[in-house]
């Protein structure tokens, strides 16, 4: 492992703060030290308060931040005395350390201070940094880590047994550090948890932390532990309905929706594949604080019900001997090891997924290389349980409140990267949904950086590019609760008289036939929606007011029309409801140029702003207006509507 430090980098920080942002951030760019909030760091400092007295502060990571982007605003400031004189007490209930932490901060309105404050203020070094490094968990989950450990560093680290990130574990070093620190010390190793380091320069106790964390991956080297071969694996085939079914099950057991997360690489597969896959697997997490989002151990296999009467079990089997009364968390497993499938990563949003994946990616190095040291061992179930049970989370679980409407739902919107899809896209995000975008326009695939938008460059007149598109789908997010159809043409006027075949073949392929297999693409899909399938359809004023010269456009959007109806008689057994809503004089779209408007607004003599508000409200209807009812219509308001048809247009005296 190499220092990241660059001297021109650094001199663009301000002030022993600004270096402490940096060097965090450092440790943060290497997935291998810390992981999504894993880890923290602290930085001590002399200021004058607004008396002109000298006060010590220590500045610490804040709940919430992420080393990788952390910035001075994301270090809560402690008074460092106070922290201090915490460790000296013979008790401190958790949720009552965080109480006094939170009341002894000097800056109002700062995230609470990380967990492991009063460890970071104990130990006498201006800078503190704490990791979870891999391979520093690879030896010490390995049998006799702790010889190991010690064997590796010498005097260089004070070895700390378990114990529960929190009050107990900073008096316990409080208490052990100052005993057995000697002059070579420049870290501390916590056994199957993490590893610190510190100096009194933000540099040197990074590269400290660079150093340790080598020293523990040139003994995995020596030992032939370091690289662990990754098989060749084949893929299996696996359907839609496999992944959308088992997504089904287990958004069954949480009582939620999920999204899944599915990946077939080798590293995975091969892992899934091993015959000792069960042995590795169900003993526990890599470092404890994974148990949050990970579960104590991934499901082997898609017996989902299985899966939760196992953790029932796990929950009624230490419940009883915590201190406090505890709350049962959902039974639904966040990941799934399947010969076939490969790994699933499961979680309210894509963005908890694609936060699992990761962590078990991390998780399979650990195992690998304990497993190649003699035997891969992960910490007692009984800590793994404190954590994931801990008061601080349950207090979580008991403030959180409702969210978005669509969390953990899947939605697809076709002609997505423009006009009314594009503003679908956004009303369904803002409801906490994850989106597939369509559009044959390749900027789909960057408009949205996002880990709960898949954009995909589709043709939905190709067949086998849609089928190809519900694939990734599928793999990406687990399943398809919600389908709008938005994509279509708008030929250009023409009389009857003189309609082309193909203008008229055209203006139906694209609004009848694509929408029809779009339909029946996802409809099995649909069906397994947690919540039911929806689908929502934009037709067009023009279905019950056609307009002169806009016959195959008219005529296309009615037959569209007619599609939905009798989806809506075939497919609410199924749970579907499918709603149509109808926009019209919608100015704010890719159809219409400043020069289009300027020359209908001619037509009709009036001004441009008289012309996109002759309706009988005398309003202007927007983009935003149709996809936020399209995004109601998939919501609780239409939960037992189905077949409506509700005009978006301002009122027009033609439909009324
Ligand atoms: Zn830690």
Known sequence: MKSLWSDAEAATYQGALGLRVYTSRLLGRDKTLVLHGGGNTSVKLREKNLFGEDEDVLYVKGSGWDLETIEAAGFTPVT???????????????????????????????????????????????????????????????????????????????????????????????????????????????????????????RESYERMIELVSMAEEYLQKKKAWHVPVPKTEPSRVKREDIASLRRAMSDQAGFPMVLKTTQVDKFLGFA??????????????????????????????????????????????????????????????????????????????????????????????ILRAEALGGWRALDQRHTFDIEYWDLEQAKLRKAGSPPAFTGEVAVVTGAASGIGKACVDAFLKRGAAVVALDRNPAIESLWKRLDVLGLTVDLTDTKAVDEAFDKAVKRFGGIDMLVLNAGIFPASQPLASIG??????????????????????????????????????????????????????????????????????????????????????????????DLLNARAKAYSMSVEQYKKRNLLKTEVSSKDVAELAAEMCGPLFAKTTAAQVPVDGGNERVV
């Open 80 to 202: 460092l005395s106070y922290v201090r004189r915490l460790a000296v007490l013979e008790r401190l209930p958790d949720p009552q350390m965080v109480n006094e932490l939170n009341t002894h901060m000097l800056r109002a309105g700062a995230p609470s201070p990380s967990v492991e404050t009063i460890l970071h203020a104990i130990l006498p070094h201006t800078y503190v940094d704490h990791t979870h490094a891999d391979a520093v968990l690879a030896v010490s989950n390995a049998p006799e880590g702790d010889k190991r450990i010690r064997e590796i560093y010498g005097d260089r680290v004070v070895v700390i047994p378990y114990i529960m990130a929190g009050f107990d574990l900073a008096t316990y070093c409080a208490r052990e550090f100052p005993k057995r620190a000697g002059r070579n010390t420049i870290g501390m190793v916590l056994l199957s948890h993490g590893v610190f380091s510190f100096a009194e320069d933000a």
């Open 273 to 366: 594949r091993r015959p000792d896959v069960e042995k590795l697997s169900q003993q526990g997490p890599a470092t404890p604080d994974h148990v949050i989002r990970t579960k104590p151990y991934p499901m082997l296999g898609r017996d989902v019900a299985a899966y939760a009467r196992k953790y029932r079990e796990y929950f009624e089997k230490w419940a009883p001997k915590a201190a406090e009364k505890k709350t049962m968390l959902d039974v639904a497993p966040r990941m799934v090891l399947d010969a076939e499938i490969g790994f699933v990563a499961a979680g309210r949003s894509a963005k908890d997924a694609a936060i699992v994946e990761e962590l078990y990616d991390h998780t399979i190095d650990v």
């Open 501 to 594: 075949v193909d203008a008229w073949k055209q203006a139906m392929t694209v609004n009848v036939d694509a929408p029809l297999q779009l339909m029946q693409l996802a409809h099995p899909l649909l069906r397994l929606a947690p919540r039911g399938g929806r689908i929502a359809v934009i037709g067009s004023r023009n279905v019950s007011a056609p307009g002169p010269g806009a016959a195959a456009y008219s005529a296309s959007k009615a037959a569209l029309n007619q599609l939905a109806r009798v989806a809506a008689l075939e497919w609410a057994k199924d749970g579907i409801r499918i709603n149509s809503l109808h926009p019209d004089a919608v100015y704010d779209t890719g159809l219409w140029t400043e």
